[in-house]
């Protein structure tokens, strides 16, 4: 917090946060208000995920090739507006279920460009050796803000109108890109060769033992927690009978564990990374069991609220062990496997809305549980490779 740049762009971040977190509930409550139909909110989650993932690679070049800062502010203002004209396509009733897909693909483009460079902007302000706990306290700021704005999100919906929950985030769009202005000639450029080298830099990656094993990782976590949130509105609606507000309060309960989680990490002196990641990842396979039999709903968030913890637990210290792992003319790229992680989880969407439409949304919880269980023990191979 000594560092007055990093602190301008947690301040900034914070406000994209509340914009993000306000579109993803109405986009969301939007989806499955449409058709009823939790395959329908899978398929949209994917016309993300594709993008995200088919691009995150060449996002990863961007942010080793060029200033980070000016990617951010970019990509930011082409989602705003995305954002902003299904607001009024919502208020003409002129929105239907293929035009929402190709926007949301759209959007995903944007998010394969814009992730590698805010991850890797981090590093940049915090430096190496502060660089976990600033990637804990980005994170933290993040997730608090995911305490409270989906319940926001859910009320605005609510009380007033979908449109103007997403206007409200389209305004939070350009209030981050104003307080990113200060930062936007910050960014450091670290590959300056002339060709994109994608097959070079992808065969140099993967070689690193450590590299797969984190990608294991973060493709289990991606899909088998963060994927929960492609659902969200299934479990609210067909799981606890709630509406918006309880859709809302749900999400909340995630973000305030991820915060709870981020900022407990980012006050640690010491730590070891390793067992960080082993206890995290075990301990949300058992909250993903148990959680399948929440008998009520505040026995739900209560466990989708530690679920989440540790979830954000484990992602502090994966985005710490990718990019201490491998060289700065190489970070972007190595991110760009997080971001690709990150779509696959709702390109997967698809299929866990067809699973969970077929054998029940609490099947479809509790076997995930029990994958996410059996792939604990590659975290015991991590910590051999950082030693």
Same mark, same amino acid.
């Given at each position: 917090?000594?560092?007055?740049?990093? *602190?301008?762009?947690?301040?900034?971040?914070?406000?994209?946060?509340?914009?993000?977190?306000?579109?993803?509930?109405?986009?969301?409550?939007?989806?499955?208000? &449409? !058709?009823?139909? $939790?395959?329908?909110?899978? !398929?949209?989650?994917?016309?993300?995920?594709?993008?995200?993932?088919?691009?995150?690679?060449?996002?990863?070049?961007?942010?080793?090739?060029?200033?980070? $800062?000016?990617? +951010?502010?970019?990509?930011?203002?082409?989602?705003?507006?995305?954002?902003?004209?299904?607001?009024?396509?919502?208020? #003409?009733?002129? =929105?239907?279920?293929?035009?929402?897909?190709? /926007?949301?693909?759209?959007?995903?483009?944007?998010?394969? =460009?814009?992730?590698?460079?805010?991850?890797?902007?981090?590093?940049?302000? @915090?430096?190496?050796? %502060?660089?976990? $706990?600033?990637?804990? %306290?980005?994170?933290?700021?993040?997730?608090?803000?995911?305490?409270?704005?989906?319940?926001?999100?859910?009320?605005?919906?609510?009380?007033?109108?979908? @449109?103007?929950?997403?206007?409200?985030?389209?305004?939070?769009?350009?209030?981050?890109?104003?307080?990113?202005? $200060? /930062?936007?000639?910050?960014?450091?450029?670290?590959?300056? @060769?002339?060709? &994109?080298?994608?097959?070079?830099?992808?065969?140099?990656?993967?070689?690193?033992?450590? +590299?797969?094993?984190?990608?294991? #990782?973060?493709? @289990? +976590?991606?899909? /088998?927690?963060?994927?929960?949130?492609?659902?969200?509105?299934?479990?609210?609606?067909? +799981?606890?009978?709630?509406?918006?507000?309880?859709?809302?309060? /749900?999400?909340?309960?995630?973000?305030?564990?991820?915060?709870?989680?981020?900022?407990?990490?980012?006050?640690?002196?010491?730590?070891?990374?390793?067992?960080?990641? !082993?206890?995290?990842?075990?301990?949300?396979?058992?909250? &993903?069991?148990?959680?399948?039999?929440?008998? *009520?709903?505040?026995?739900?968030?209560?466990?989708?609220?530690?679920?989440?913890? &540790?979830?954000?637990?484990?992602?502090?210290?994966?985005?710490?062990?990718?990019?201490?792992?491998?060289?700065? *003319?190489?970070?972007?790229?190595?991110?760009?496997?997080?971001?690709? !992680?990150?779509?696959?989880?709702?390109?997967?969407?698809?299929?866990?809305?067809?699973?969970?439409?077929?054998?029940?949304?609490?099947?479809?919880?509790?076997?995930?549980?029990?994958? %996410?269980?059996?792939?604990?023990?590659?975290?015991?191979?991590?910590?051999?490779?950082?030693?």
């Amino acid at each position: 917090l000594k560092i007055k740049n990093f *602190n301008i762009y947690l301040g900034a971040n914070g406000i994209n946060e509340i914009g993000f977190m306000c579109r993803l509930t109405a986009i969301g409550w939007l989806s499955y208000e &449409l !058709t009823d139909s $939790p395959l329908f909110v899978g !398929t949209l989650a994917a016309a993300t995920g594709v993008s995200m993932s088919l691009l995150s690679f060449f996002g990863g070049i961007l942010a080793d090739r060029y200033s980070k $800062p000016k990617i +951010i502010i970019i990509s930011k203002f082409m989602e705003s507006l995305i954002i902003l004209l299904i607001g009024v396509l919502i208020q #003409i009733n002129k =929105i239907d279920e293929l035009t929402l897909i190709i /926007l949301m693909f759209l959007n995903g483009i944007l998010a394969a =460009i814009y992730v590698p460079s805010r991850i890797g902007f981090v590093k940049e302000l @915090s430096g190496t050796k %502060l660089l976990l $706990p600033a990637t804990a %306290l980005d994170f933290g700021v993040m997730t608090f803000v995911g305490t409270f704005a989906p319940a926001l999100a859910g009320l605005l919906i609510d009380k007033i109108s979908l @449109s103007f929950t997403l206007y409200f985030s389209f305004v939070a769009y350009l209030l981050h890109n104003l307080l990113m202005l $200060p /930062l936007i000639n910050k960014g450091q450029k670290y590959d300056q @060769s002339k060709d &994109l080298q994608i097959i070079k830099s992808i065969k140099y990656i993967f070689n690193l033992n450590i +590299i797969k094993y984190l990608f294991i #990782i973060m493709l @289990s +976590i991606a899909i /088998l927690i963060f994927g929960l949130e492609t659902l969200s509105p299934v479990i609210a609606k067909d +799981i606890f009978n709630t509406g918006p507000t309880g859709f809302g309060i /749900l999400l909340s309960s995630a973000g305030f564990g991820m915060a709870i989680a981020s900022f407990t990490v980012a006050s640690l002196k010491s730590i070891n990374i390793s067992k960080l990641l !082993t206890v995290s990842i075990a301990g949300g396979a058992i909250t &993903l069991i148990l959680f399948a039999f929440s008998p *009520n709903f505040i026995v739900g968030i209560i466990l989708f609220a530690i679920l989440f913890s &540790l979830a954000a637990a484990s992602e502090s210290a994966i985005t710490t062990l990718i990019q201490t792992s491998v060289p700065d *003319n190489m970070r972007g790229k190595v991110i760009s496997i997080q971001t690709f !992680t990150w779509g696959i989880s709702s390109l997967t969407g698809v299929l866990s809305g067809y699973l969970s439409q077929q054998f029940g949304i609490i099947l479809f919880i509790f076997i995930s549980g029990i994958i %996410l269980l059996t792939i604990t023990p590659i975290t015991r191979l991590i910590a051999k490779e950082t030693k």
